[in-house]
């Protein structure tokens, strides 16, 4: 894990000094995880791509900008975020969701997850949860983000992230249920 | 098995159930690097046109001077050519000014950031408004009768930009050595070895 981040580190490093091949390997490395992450929070494939293209070409005209080549993750979800929310509020799909309406959604304590093998299952399952939810998860499955980092992506407070997480955890749990895996 | 390698191994997985499929991905990635090829060839472009119509402007002014028979316009036509190369060079510095204090400022707080940027901030206004002015005169002077006076006025613009042409080198000397004791601090924080810690220990 610690030596994947120094690698990417050094691939951000190059990418600032302008380096082609670096940004090229950047690409190959992590263009199957926004895949991923933009096709929960997308439905239409084409609008995917898009929003890849314009991630991409958004990093390498800011990528100087970066201070800490270590956050290159956390940035480079931020603002495919970005992207994704600003096209699906073109389309009025985006809806920003309140803590209390996440309470009245779901009121069970039960968070435990026993299921990280089952991906296939959870892969699925994450297709019925709300937006928010799915988005979180994916974030916290796919690159095992903390409360923090997941804050920063999707520019809510540390609070709220940690609380859609929770919930987002249970209605999974309770997905899991109705599957009769758990 | 760790619990690191496991959850790696669940994103993995997770992947795997919705891959990107490779045909559209392929055409994608073209479709990036080309257009990425574009943007650093239009950058490239911009650049050197900049530098060109600039060194076409400082000799088309140099020979302007050498071409007119007006003594008054003789000197001033090679003031504006000096006058437009010396602010290209003083632009130049300044990039690589910025350039180093980029490297520098990651290095440091914001604090520091901060002040760092206010500095820039106001010397570069000073550079506009001394360029301003500076040129202003230059092409007052081109509309006096008496010679000797356009020659003290001409030379009279190059006391301002040569504090910039030292402010900037000096500064980025500065900087470059301030980027030097950073690194020599690093090296004398980096962690004893485990073999020259038990000779220690042993002592």
Redesign the interface.
């Known amino acids: 894990m610690e030596q994947d981040k120094l690698s990417n580190a050094i691939l951000v490093l190059s990418c600032q000094k302008r380096d082609e091949p670096a940004f090229r390997e950047l690409v190959n490395r992590w263009e199957p995880r926004l895949y991923y992450y933009l096709r929960r929070l997308v439905e239409n494939e084409n609008d995917v791509w898009d929003i890849l293209q314009e991630t991409w070409l958004a990093v390498f005209q800011n990528i100087r900008k970066l201070q800490d080549p270590l956050k290159f993750p956390t940035w480079l979800y931020r603002i495919s975020h970005n992207k994704a929310v600003n096209l699906l509020r073109k389309e009025n799909k985006y809806v920003q969701i309140t803590e209390e309406q996440m309470a009245d959604y779901c009121q069970n304590n039960n968070t435990v997850l026993a299921v990280k093998e089952q991906t296939e299952l959870v892969h699925k399952l994450l297709g019925k949860l709300k937006l928010a939810h799915r988005e979180v998860l994916t974030l916290y499955f796919l690159e095992g983000f903390s409360i923090r980092e997941i804050a920063q992506i999707i520019g809510i407070s540390e609070g709220t992230a940690k609380s859609r997480l929770y919930y987002a955890k249970h209605k999974l749990h309770e997905a899991l249920k109705g599957a009769n895996y758990v | 098995m760790s619990e690191?390698n496991?959850?790696?191994e669940?994103?993995e997985?997770?992947?795997?159930?919705?891959?990107?499929p490779a045909d559209?991905?392929q055409r994608?990635?073209e479709?990036?690097?080309k257009?990425?090829?574009l943007?650093?060839w239009r950058g490239k472009i911009i650049g050197g046109t900049i530098y060109l119509v600039l060194g076409l402007a400082a000799f088309w002014a140099f020979q302007q001077g050498q071409n007119t028979d007006n003594i008054v316009h003789s000197i001033c036509w090679g003031a504006a050519s000096l006058h437009i190369l010396l602010w290209f060079l003083i632009y130049f510095l300044r990039g690589i000014y910025r350039l180093t204090a980029?490297i520098v400022?990651?290095n440091s707080g914001k604090d520091e950031k901060h002040k760092w940027k206010n500095q820039d901030r106001f010397i570069t206004i000073v550079a506009i408004l001394v360029f301003t002015y500076a040129s202003s005169i230059l092409y007052r002077s081109f509309f006096l009768n008496d010679y000797l006076k356009a020659a003290h006025l001409s030379g009279y613009i190059f006391w301002a930009t040569v504090f910039f042409l030292f402010w900037y080198p000096f500064g980025t000397a500065s900087l470059l050595a301030k980027l030097w004791l950073e690194y020599k601090k690093m090296e004398l924080n980096i962690p004893k070895t485990e073999e020259q810690n038990l000779k220690s220990q042993g002592r």
């Open positions: 690191s496991s959850k790696k669940f994103a997985n997770l992947l795997a159930q919705d891959p990107p559209k991905q994608h990635k479709i990036i690097f257009k990425l090829k943007r650093i980029e400022e990651k």
